[in-house]
């Protein structure tokens, strides 16, 4: 059984920086790709970055250059620094692995940028 646990969010000033982190367990860790993704009120969910087993990434437009996405396969955990945060970062992230085909979410944390 796969399980998918987000945690790290808050509530941070604009500019300022926070770390979200997600465990993942019930698959091969090391070998799958991993995403983050967000979703604002009244919005749809945005894909925010990926990271592959590998370690290459990749990152929406809106969060390139602030944002990094990083892995650590020993404890089978993925990360997002976050910094230089906006209010419009505001929104539940949500992490996303794929295991044969089938899409595994999170519950999701929520992250609020406000003064």
């Known amino acids: 059984q796969v399980h998918i646990v987000a945690s790290g969010g808050g509530l941070v000033q604009p500019g300022g920086s926070l770390r979200l982190s997600c465990i993942i367990s019930g698959i091969n860790f090391k070998i799958h790709p991993v995403d983050w993704y967000r979703q604002a009120p009244g919005n749809e969910r945005e894909w925010v970055a990926s990271i592959t087993s590998g370690g290459s990434t990749n990152y929406v437009d809106s ?12 404890r089978n955990t993925v990360y997002l620094d976050m ?17 044969q085909g089938v899409d595994f979410w999170g519950r999701g944390t929520q992250v609020t940028v406000s003064p």
Request: proline share 3%; hydrophobic share 30%; with cysteine.
């Open 63 to 74: 969060v390139k250059g602030r944002f990094t996405i990083s892995r650590n396969n020993a």
């Open 83 to 99: 910094s230089s945060v906006k209010p419009e970062d505001t929104a539940v992230y949500y992490c996303h692995a794929t295991r």
